[in-house]
């Protein structure tokens, strides 16, 4: 096929469509992906101060070039335009160079670049019968180099520390792919081995140029165990079968899933732990909290203001440089509602994001004061959920199980009711176990309640619980039965436990409220209501939307 061939039809796959660039089809979202530091970060294009007028003309010479093709990126499910790809070739030695920019950062590290390349490639071998496409790209762009590589090509020379990059030196990787070796294909593997091989590269290049000293989780247990036991303060969402759970979670989901949590050094000593997973669903890439929006490093408070200080901002740096390196924007982050420093105004870590210029979104969460009676929180309950649970604590037989009482039987049973309440089965069984072994391994217990008559298990309500934290995580109640206060009587039990084990905080959950962007269910706002009748405080959670650009280090 000719090149007027490929040119006269679609160049389409299932992921992108490329189209010819022209004076006619110019967009100055073109100039101003160019202008922007981040986006060019890896461009030499970035030395060239290009106007209006300047890139008219590059469009203008590469239009009327005999040997050039510049080609602009559109999405397939929704055509928007997301970058531009280039071939120049020479005829007589057979032989064209790729280059490549994904423009729009919310399409970074979804696939994008690596169909492009796909079709440039057959469109290059295809209609312009090259014998072999060669392109090049800077050492740390890793996400540039596996898109190539994922289309066949290989490196066949590096060129050691050949530009300077970000005040540092930097090799560039040359690679080439022969029309021998080429085949279509665009498919991106996602096995676990592949992707621990790749995010663990791109977390050791990100933590090299941000100078922060960790040690992995799943490497050191021993030494995030130390640091949990060192905290004044432990939540449970950072405590490690709280992270294992989520990630057998959405593993079962279908998510490609790796837990990179890391244990932070100061001084050649251990200070600090931050639970970072790194997650792929649908060929989209996130940085989490084991699914959740990122939270921010939990340090001992044994550290000095100068070294709190010191560790975010080498923590907001590699954060920066892992998004560059997977080509994605960077994550939602979040502060969790602490119900020990509510009062002491911003954290350092608040301040920095502050200052990077981050839009501060407002959630509320409902907690317990386990530090009072349980007859002062009774007081601070609805008035009308005292009746209620005095009623169910009545009708149904109520227990609390934890490692010494509840059997499989029993957990068996707990599972099986959820099932039945929601109509299927909204997680796998691998979820089940873990939360059966939080119990037995003392992070955990469960309230039941049964039908006095026949024991039937009616409901259930499943708690987790660090050592100064409680968390309502799960429940299960008979529909036939909603009318009763089940919930009511499971509530104030699981709070009474809690107060035995010597736990300081109850987390029941999150508060949503109708004005809430996005906007919260009707469903959310009732679960919400049900649980703010139980709490005796409501702390606020910030979540922050962080656009990328270049981290200064103030």
């Known amino acids: ?13 299932d992921k992108v469509e490329l189209f010819q660039l022209g004076e006619s089809s110019l967009s100055l979202q073109h100039l101003q992906w160019l202008r922007d530091p981040h986006i060019s970060k890896f461009l030499e294009s970035r030395f060239t101060e290009y106007s209006e007028e300047t890139l008219l003309q590059f469009v203008r010479d590469c239009e009327t070039s005999p040997n050039k093709l510049l080609l602009g990126i559109r999405r397939s499910d929704n055509s928007q335009y997301i970058g531009n790809i280039k071939l120049h070739w020479d005829s007589h030695h057979g ?6 920019m994904i423009g729009d950062i919310s399409s970074w590290g979804q696939g994008y670049a690596t169909s492009a390349i796909s079709l440039v490639c057959e469109l290059g071998f295809g209609g312009v019968g090259l014998r072999k496409i060669v392109a090049g790209a800077y050492a740390s762009n890793v996400g540039s180099l596996r898109a190539f590589q994922r289309n066949g090509f290989q490196i066949e020379a590096t060129l050691a520390d050949h530009v300077i990059q970000d005040g540092n030196l930097d090799s560039v990787c040359m690679m080439r792919l022969f029309h021998s070796e080429y085949v279509v294909t665009s ?3 996602d096995s676990p081995e592949v992707l621990m091989y790749e995010w663990s590269g791109w977390i050791t290049a990100a933590l090299a140029k941000s100078e922060l000293r960790v040690v992995f989780r799943f490497t050191k247990q021993d030494a995030w165990e130390q640091v949990w036991q060192s905290l004044t303060y432990q939540p449970v969402n950072y ?29 050649g000593k251990p200070c600090g732990i ?12 996130t940085i989490s909290t084991a699914g959740a929006a990122l939270m921010p490093p939990l340090l001992m408070a044994s550290l000095g203001a100068k070294s709190v200080k010191n560790i975010y901002t080498k923590a907001l740096h590699f954060l920066q440089e892992l998004c560059i390196q997977l080509q994605i924007p960077m994550p939602t982050l979040q502060c969790p509602a602490d119900a020990l420093t509510a009062s002491n105004g911003l954290t350092e870590w608040q301040q920095q994001l502050l200052r990077h210029g981050v839009l501060s979104i407002d959630r509320h969460e409902l907690f317990v004061d386990l530090s009072l ?8 309950f ?15 037989n109520n227990e609390v199980l934890d490692a010494r009482q509840l059997s499989r039987s029993s957990w068996e049973e707990f599972k099986n009711l959820h099932f039945e309440v929601a109509g299927r089965k909204t997680r796998g069984e691998a979820s089940w176990d873990k939360q059966y072994e939080m119990v037995l391994g003392g992070a955990a217990f469960l ?5 006095r008559a026949s024991g039937r298990l009616v409901g259930a309500g499943f708690f987790q619980h660090t050592r100064d934290e409680g968390q309502y995580a799960v429940a299960a109640y008979d529909r036939n039965l909603f009318d009763q206060p089940i919930g009511h009587a499971v509530q104030q039990l699981a709070i009474e436990r809690m107060r035995a084990l010597g736990l300081k905080w109850y987390k029941i959950g999150e508060r949503r409220y109708p004005q809430e962007m996005p906007p919260a269910t009707s469903k959310e706002i009732a679960i919400g209501e049900f649980k703010h009748g139980f709490a005796s405080h409501v702390f606020t959670r910030q979540e922050y939307k962080w656009p990328v650009r270049e981290l200064g280090n103030g």
């Open 1 to 13: 096929m000719k090149l007027t061939d490929y040119l006269d039809r679609k160049l389409v796959n």
């Open 95 to 100: 032989v064209g160079d790729i280059g490549l």
């Open 187 to 189: 498919k991106v593997d």
């Open 239 to 267: 405590q490690a079968s709280t992270l294992d759970y989520q990630q057998i979670y959405f593993t079962g989901a279908g998510w490609a899933m790796q837990d990179f949590s890391m244990v932070i050094s100061h001084d």
């Open 274 to 285: 931050w639970p970072l997973t790194l997650g792929r669903y649908k060929a989209k890439t």
């Open 373 to 380: 009676t349980m007859a002062e929180i009774r007081n601070t």
């Open 382 to 396: 609805r008035k009308s959920y005292k009746s209620l649970i005095n009623k169910g604590l009545t009708l149904f």
């Open 447 to 451: 309230v039941t309640a049964r039908d």
